[in-house]
DNA sequence: TTGTATTCGTGACTCATTTCACAAGGACCC
DNA sequence: GGGTCCTTGTGAAATGAGTCACGAATACAA
């Protein structure tokens, strides 16, 4: 129950947990121990115990974490328990690429609409999912109940389509533009920014660093 | 010169204050305050300062920061004095759009090739750039000097193919596949996890979590 | 030249995160 | 049932990151 106050690097390692927890549960592991949690989210044991005793006892010593309750125990953690409904705003090459990510669905997203300007796209299907006018963005977002997005539109008008999100009601906004949006309350934003990573793997290198990194 | 050991969050702001500076620099501007450095990039005046304190002594009292000097300074600390010669691997949805993203260029990774295994790509060219076998993958990264690798090849081969441009000499790998690469000697990972985020979102909504989180 | 308003540079402090070491609890074999 | 292995849970120590407050240096006006 003591879902405290959790920092953003523990819930990436948590992620890593999960995603290793649902691999083992479909392959049918009852336990896990936390070094084996450990090699896969490229932490260690240590760190892992101590990450999931922030949730109570879940492990049985001597035998490890049973795979399954840990995961769902993980997956209620981290606001799973239930798909969140998501869309996807510019459905360019970047944006249709994310339509067609099969993952979603499995990691408990459901991509329940895109949103354009071109009216070529407007009223077609991509992917199985229906291409909207940008025009409608507030209503359709209202009527659907989507709460996530994810936005790909070009730098020019990022700011302003993710003010109208927040607006709409969006929860979060997964940002793909290199934009650096405003903070809005009561909207979470993410920022997947290419070229920060790039020239982190760029210092990196130069200065010799030898460590795998975030090892994603 | 004292290149000191960066912690991964400092070299993320340093990026963001590059890319704040560029700007400045286009438009003109000639000193800028540490304040305004930091609300571009979501921290605060105090941590600008101490981040840039790390390099020497930059900035001038009561004037701010010589716009020119210090973006040169930064890109120098990054490792951006020449342009990164990178190549993308899967020229699948999401890797022909990235071919096409031309922000690349302005940050100094210049993407000369992309390699798939579509017998129908092969030989022709996306987005300008020529599209080659993968089984060609060893000799053109050695002979085009490809130090980079944006990888975007599904879950199945990534292991596979990562390993294959570190013994290729790769040194930088971004990976956008959902697949947990092991760490090499010599090569430096960086994850794109768009689950990771979408699920760090998640948490943060469902906790109630206010704040704009990494404001990218 | 003096005074005032700015803005950087930095050491001290506080807070958060990670690592360490080891006791406690359970499984398993004989 | 006793002994032996494992593996967790957790306080304490160590490390690291971020914040604060203030002195020092500069610009500018009068």
């Given at each position: 129950m003591s879902t405290r106050k959790i920092s953003d690097s523990m819930v990436r390692r948590l992620s890593g947990y999960l995603r290793q927890l649902r691999f083992l549960a479909a392959e049918g592991r009852r336990v896990v121990s936390s070094q084996e949690l450990a090699d896969e989210a490229a932490t260690t044991a240590a760190q892992v115990r101590k990450d999931l005793s922030q949730f109570g006892s879940f492990g049985q010593r001597g035998r490890g974490y049973p795979v399954v309750p840990l995961r769902d125990e993980l997956v209620r953690i981290l606001g799973l328990r239930r798909p969140w409904r998501a869309c996807v705003v510019g459905a360019g090459r970047l944006g249709t690429a994310l339509l067609g990510y099969e993952d979603f669905g499995k990691r408990?997203?459901?991509?329940v609409a895109a949103f354009d300007v071109d009216p070529e796209l407007i009223g077609k299907e991509v992917e199985g999912i229906p291409v909207l006018s940008i025009e409608d963005l507030e209503s359709e977002i209202r009527t659907r109940g989507i709460e996530l997005a994810v936005l790909t539109v070009p730098h020019g008008p990022a700011r302003r389509i993710a003010d109208r999100l927040a607006e709409a009601g969006v929860r979060g906004i997964l940002n793909f533009t290199p934009t650096r949006l405003r903070a809005r309350p009561g909207v979470s934003i993410r920022g997947m920014d290419i070229a920060v990573e790039l020239e982190g793997l760029s210092y990196r290198i130069v200065t010799g660093g030898e460590p795998g990194g975030n090892g994603a």
């Open positions: 408990g997203f459901e991509i």
